[in-house]
Protein backbone atom coordinates (compact mmCIF):
# COMPACT_ATOMS: atom_id res chain seq x y z
CA UNK A 1 0.00 0.00 0.00
CA UNK A 2 2.37 2.55 1.09
CA UNK A 3 6.88 2.07 -0.19
CA UNK A 4 9.05 4.32 1.69
CA UNK A 5 12.17 4.60 0.12
CA UNK A 6 15.25 6.48 2.05
CA UNK A 7 18.55 8.01 0.74
CA UNK A 8 21.10 10.04 1.13
CA UNK A 9 23.34 8.60 3.97
CA UNK A 10 26.67 7.95 3.80
CA UNK A 11 30.14 8.63 5.59
CA UNK A 12 30.51 12.45 6.71
CA UNK A 13 33.11 13.81 8.97
CA UNK A 14 32.32 14.86 12.74
CA UNK A 15 30.61 18.64 12.17
CA UNK A 16 29.40 17.87 8.60
CA UNK A 17 26.28 17.93 6.98
CA UNK A 18 23.80 15.24 5.29
CA UNK A 19 20.07 15.71 4.13
CA UNK A 20 18.39 12.35 3.83
CA UNK A 21 15.43 12.00 1.56
CA UNK A 22 12.37 9.79 1.83
CA UNK A 23 10.27 8.98 -1.32
CA UNK A 24 6.47 7.73 -0.59
CA UNK A 25 4.70 5.90 -2.99
CA UNK A 26 1.09 4.21 -3.33
CA UNK A 27 -1.38 5.33 -0.93
CA UNK A 28 -0.25 8.30 0.93
CA UNK A 29 -3.12 10.92 1.06
CA UNK A 30 -4.36 10.36 4.19
CA UNK A 31 -1.34 10.05 5.89
CA UNK A 32 -0.93 12.39 9.28
CA UNK A 33 2.55 12.25 10.06
CA UNK A 34 6.05 11.40 9.14
CA UNK A 35 8.92 10.77 11.32
CA UNK A 36 12.32 9.84 10.94
CA UNK A 37 14.02 6.76 13.63
CA UNK A 38 17.48 5.86 14.05
CA UNK A 39 19.08 2.79 15.04
CA UNK A 40 22.39 2.19 16.20
CA UNK A 41 24.06 -1.35 16.54
CA UNK A 42 23.41 -3.49 19.43
CA UNK A 43 20.57 -0.33 20.68
CA UNK A 44 17.27 0.15 20.34
CA UNK A 45 15.49 2.28 17.51
CA UNK A 46 15.32 5.93 19.04
CA UNK A 47 12.88 8.35 17.33
CA UNK A 48 14.94 11.30 16.05
CA UNK A 49 12.40 13.76 14.55
CA UNK A 50 8.33 14.09 13.56
CA UNK A 51 6.40 16.25 11.12
CA UNK A 52 2.49 16.56 11.38
CA UNK A 53 1.06 17.53 7.32
CA UNK A 54 -1.24 20.11 9.43
CA UNK A 55 0.59 23.05 9.68
CA UNK A 56 4.18 21.37 9.37
CA UNK A 57 4.42 21.34 13.36
CA UNK A 58 7.79 19.22 14.31
CA UNK A 59 8.82 17.38 17.17
CA UNK A 60 12.52 16.74 17.61
CA UNK A 61 14.55 14.54 20.10
CA UNK A 62 16.79 16.56 22.43
CA UNK A 63 20.05 14.81 21.26
CA UNK A 64 19.72 16.72 17.76
CA UNK A 65 17.10 19.89 18.35
CA UNK A 66 18.86 22.65 17.07
CA UNK A 67 20.84 20.48 14.38
CA UNK A 68 18.63 18.45 12.68
CA UNK A 69 15.67 19.93 10.58
CA UNK A 70 12.71 17.87 9.14
CA UNK A 71 10.62 19.29 6.05
CA UNK A 72 8.11 17.29 3.61
CA UNK A 73 7.78 18.27 0.39
CA UNK A 74 3.75 17.37 -0.79
CA UNK A 75 4.25 17.59 -4.47
CA UNK A 76 7.26 15.55 -4.76
CA UNK A 77 5.64 13.33 -1.77
CA UNK A 78 9.02 13.33 -0.23
CA UNK A 79 10.51 13.61 3.55
CA UNK A 80 14.01 15.23 4.12
CA UNK A 81 16.34 15.29 7.09
CA UNK A 82 18.89 18.07 6.78
CA UNK A 83 21.52 17.09 9.83
CA UNK A 84 24.23 19.57 10.87
CA UNK A 85 27.23 19.41 12.68
CA UNK A 86 27.18 15.98 13.09
CA UNK A 87 28.78 14.11 16.03
CA UNK A 88 30.13 10.69 16.19
CA UNK A 89 26.65 9.45 18.09
CA UNK A 90 24.57 10.41 15.03
CA UNK A 91 25.91 7.03 13.90
CA UNK A 92 23.09 4.95 12.67
CA UNK A 93 21.04 3.39 10.58
CA UNK A 94 17.75 5.94 9.64
CA UNK A 95 14.50 5.26 9.23
CA UNK A 96 11.63 7.38 7.68
CA UNK A 97 8.21 5.71 8.98
CA UNK A 98 4.67 6.97 7.83
CA UNK A 99 1.61 7.11 10.26
CA UNK A 100 -1.35 7.08 8.21
CA UNK A 101 -4.08 8.43 10.64
CA UNK A 102 -3.70 10.45 14.12
CA UNK A 103 -2.31 8.14 16.82
CA UNK A 104 1.01 6.64 18.10
CA UNK A 105 1.28 3.69 15.55
CA UNK A 106 3.66 4.22 12.69
CA UNK A 107 2.09 2.12 9.91
CA UNK A 108 4.89 1.85 7.49
CA UNK A 109 8.57 2.23 7.36
CA UNK A 110 11.61 2.27 5.16
CA UNK A 111 14.61 -0.11 4.42
CA UNK A 112 16.50 2.39 6.03
CA UNK A 113 20.05 4.14 5.19
CA UNK A 114 22.99 4.43 7.08
CA UNK A 115 24.76 7.35 8.42
CA UNK A 116 28.45 7.19 9.76
CA UNK A 117 30.18 10.05 10.95
CA UNK A 118 34.07 9.67 12.01
CA UNK A 119 37.47 11.81 11.27
Known amino acids: QVLLLESGGGLVQVGGSLRLSCAAS????????MAWFRQAPGKEREFVAR????????DYADSVKGRFTISGDNAKNTLYLQMNSLKPEDTAVYYC????????????WGQGTQVTVSL
Open 26 to 33: GSTLSSYA
Open 97 to 108: ALMLRSGTLWNY
Open 51 to 58: IRWSGGST
